[in-house]
């Protein structure tokens, strides 16, 4: 399977071109965990989103008790695109873990050449972020 079929996987990329999604998919940096290793840590500069190919990730605060974990065809660190910020958790491979990483750099070069997709990508984290806030407010 491409990089850019992995893409089609994620709601985030859905309403991109085979084009889009194809020049997206070369900017994607490969990233494998084992169980246990560690991608980053709570504090860490936020720089990169991370698509969830494959496996698990456990993430951990020292805020929070349990662990929360993501698994395959989930997202972590989309604001990274567009903030400079720290990493709220640490996150580490919960069983051997396959990883794309879109670092902030990369996506604005992408966004420069395809606006109109940096946009949709933008308004789909945008609608991710909102989701999740309302489910916040209402536990």
Same mark, same amino acid.
């Given at each position: 399977?491409?990089?850019?079929?992995?893409?089609?996987?994620?709601?985030?990329? &859905?309403?991109?071109?085979? %084009?889009? #999604? @194809?020049?997206? !998919?070369?900017?994607? +940096?490969?990233?494998? $965990?084992?169980?246990?290793?560690?991608?980053?840590?709570?504090?860490?500069?936020?720089?990169?989103?991370?698509?969830?190919?494959?496996?698990?990730?456990?993430?951990?605060?020292?805020?929070?008790?349990?662990?929360?974990?993501?698994?395959?065809?989930?997202?972590?660190?989309?604001? &990274?695109?567009?903030?400079? %910020?720290? #990493? @709220?958790?640490? !996150?580490?491979?919960? +069983?051997?873990?396959? $990883?794309?990483?879109?670092?902030?750099?990369?996506?604005?070069?992408?966004?420069?050449?395809?606006?109109?997709?940096?946009?949709?990508?933008?308004?789909?984290?945008?609608?991710?972020?909102?989701?999740?806030?309302?489910?916040?407010?209402?536990?």
């Amino acid at each position: 399977m491409s990089a850019a079929d992995d893409l089609k996987r994620f709601a985030l990329f &859905a309403d991109l071109g085979e %084009g889009e #999604r @194809e020049e997206l !998919a070369s900017l994607l +940096e490969e990233r494998d $965990l084992s169980t246990g290793e560690t991608l980053f840590d709570e504090g860490d500069d936020a720089d990169a989103l991370l698509l969830v190919l494959e496996g698990r990730l456990e993430l951990r605060s020292r805020r929070r008790a349990e662990p929360l974990s993501i698994g395959a065809g989930e997202v972590l660190g989309g604001l &990274a695109l567009f903030a400079v %910020g720290c #990493r @709220e958790v640490s !996150a580490v491979g919960g +069983e051997p873990t396959a $990883l794309r990483l879109l670092r902030r750099e990369d996506f604005l070069r992408f966004a420069e050449d395809q606006p109109r997709a940096a946009f949709r990508i933008a308004a789909a984290l945008v609608a991710d972020v909102a989701q999740h806030a309302r489910a916040a407010v209402s536990e």
